[in-house]
């Protein structure tokens, strides 16, 4: 079973529209993290968040904030007023508490695709 | 900050031929490098998992003796794709995980694009 899942395949937008991203995750694990990466398309992974399973606070960051929902194991990211530098693949992921009080392994989603026109 | 390095960026290499990828940790230790392949418009699928000085762990379907990986020092791990074919370009990906950061944890190295033609 996907760990990771993002329902959104591609969004179009245009500029200054608010966008959110979906994403839903699964795990038995009680200590688990949570990431957003943007990825333009040069390729490079840009870190965006990293959240705690024990952390539920929602999180703003400029233009950029995130909605933590462990009851419905959900971690949407939502863009306000989006602008074309926003385009990019959009990656939410998961980490499960590996040995000891390392982290383990990311399970990715299948990502989605922004597109924000002028 | 933690930056992985890795090169080469791109490589174009001939079918048959064997392709090296280097992943260098610049400013930490990275005891566990994780290795991705991407397909376009694919999401990053992990290959291995490589810890210092022992064998890398490989995911189901990826052939050990395809894609070798060494991790011999705490600030290298490489990659070589061997008898590469045409279906083997990708864009590959590593990924050190740095226990020292708390908000970050995952360095990823900027990728290479391989093609095998």
């Known amino acids: 079973a996907q760990k990771v899942t993002q329902a959104q395949t591609e969004i179009s937008v245009v500029e200054k529209e608010d966008v959110t991203l979906d994403c839903v995750y699964e795990t038995r694990d009680t200590t688990y993290y949570l990431f957003w990466y943007k990825q333009p398309p040069s390729g490079e992974l840009v870190f965006l968040i990293r959240?705690?399973?024990?952390?539920?606070q929602n999180e703003i960051s400029g233009r950029y904030s995130w909605n933590f929902q462990k009851s419905t194991s959900s971690f949407n990211f939502t863009i306000t007023a989006s602008q074309v530098v926003d385009s990019a693949v959009y990656f939410c992921a998961l980490s499960e508490r590996g040995r000891g009080s390392t982290l383990g392994r990311l399970y990715f989603g299948r990502g989605t695709q922004l597109t924000v026109w002028p | 900050g933690a930056v992985v390095s890795q090169h080469p960026s791109w490589v174009i290499c001939k079918s048959g031929t064997s392709v090296k990828i280097e992943c260098r940790s610049l400013?930490?230790?990275?005891?566990?490098m994780f290795w991705y392949r991407q397909f376009p418009k694919q999401s990053l699928m992990l290959m291995a998992t490589?810890?210092?000085?022992?064998?890398?762990?490989?995911e189901q379907g990826v052939e050990k003796d395809k894609f070798l990986i060494n991790h011999a020092s705490l600030t290298l791990s490489t990659l070589t794709v061997t008898s590469a074919h045409p279906e083997d370009s990708s864009f590959y990906i590593c990924?050190?995980?740095?226990?020292?950061?708390?908000?970050?944890?995952?360095?990823f190295g900027s990728g290479t694009r391989l093609t095998v033609v």
């Open positions: 400013d930490f230790q990275a005891t566990t």
């Open positions: 990924s050190a995980r740095d226990q020292r950061l708390a908000n970050y944890g995952y360095t």
């Open positions: 959240r705690n399973s024990f952390d539920e």
């Open positions: 490589s810890n210092e000085g022992s064998k890398a762990t490989y």
